[in-house]
């Protein structure tokens, strides 16, 4: 006696014909029946279980994993792995039954990690073309993980020459008081105190003259941040010999 179904099964087997990755709670739901009965469907019509389906798919169309690694996307990025019916347990899962994907992926991984520690050729952050890895300098300051700068020798030129050209072109506003960096506990100092600077917007140099004079003579005798550190408490010590009045003459 055939068994009278409540769904249309014919349809039911379109449908994971169709998408066979579709897990048995959606078909439940769909055809209104519990998932142990979809997975029990699958059986008796000889179709695919999910996971069966999901890493045949992951096969069929193996080549998105590979452009996707090649492009820094892999398969533990959620949401890369979105757009594809597999997630990552998938993949694994398949890679283990199938050593040789698993080899074709680290392959492509690794082909990656190396073309970003030794490019032949990079993209300029300013002129935005991709040039040579010759026409950039190396450069540890920028961080990059290939070790060159992230703009290329022409426009580093380029830039340093124009800043440059602002720099001496711009009318220089010097200031009659100015703080001294080193010191400005100081207060404000007359520009006389200063050596005269015609890079600076001010004009000026950004130490005072005594502040200078002192760190270079310690510094021949000390390191860096000590020689800074007393030529600080000079400064000032040469300064309390003298009364605003003195110094704004």
């Known amino acids: 006696m055939a068994r009278n179904y409540t769904f249309d099964v014919q349809e039911f087997v379109n449908v994971v014909t169709k998408t066979p990755w579709r897990n048995n709670v959606e078909l439940g739901k769909r055809f209104n029946i519990s998932r142990e009965r979809a997975r029990q469907m699958r059986i008796q019509k000889d179709l695919p279980t999910v996971e069966e389906a999901k890493e045949q798919w992951a096969m069929d169309n193996f080549d998105y994993f590979i452009y996707g690694a090649s492009k820094g996307k892999f398969i533990h990025n959620q949401k890369w792995m979105e757009q594809f019916p597999v997630g990552e347990r998938t993949m694994e899962n398949m890679f283990l039954k199938n050593p040789q994907y698993k080899e074709a992926y680290d392959k492509a991984v690794a082909d990656r990690e190396y073309s970003l520690r030794f490019p032949t050729e990079k993209r300029c952050l300013t002129c935005k073309e991709v040039l040579p890895i010759e026409t ?106 003298f009364s605003n009045d003195t110094l704004s003459m």
């Open 136 to 241: 950039f300098y190396k450069s540890a300051s920028d961080r990059t993980r290939d070790g060159y700068g992230r703009k290329c020798i022409p426009c580093n030129i380029s830039e340093v020459k124009r800043y440059y050209e602002i720099r001496k072109t711009t009318e220089k506003v010097v200031p009659e008081y100015k703080y001294c960096s080193a010191v400005p506990e100081l207060g404000l100092l007359p520009k006389s105190e200063f050596r005269k600077m015609t890079t600076a917007n001010t004009g000026l140099q950004p130490q005072c003259t005594p502040y200078q004079d002192f760190f270079v003579s310690f510094r021949k005798k000390y390191e860096l941040d000590t020689a800074r550190s007393l030529a600080r408490q000079a400064t000032l010590a040469y300064y309390a010999n």
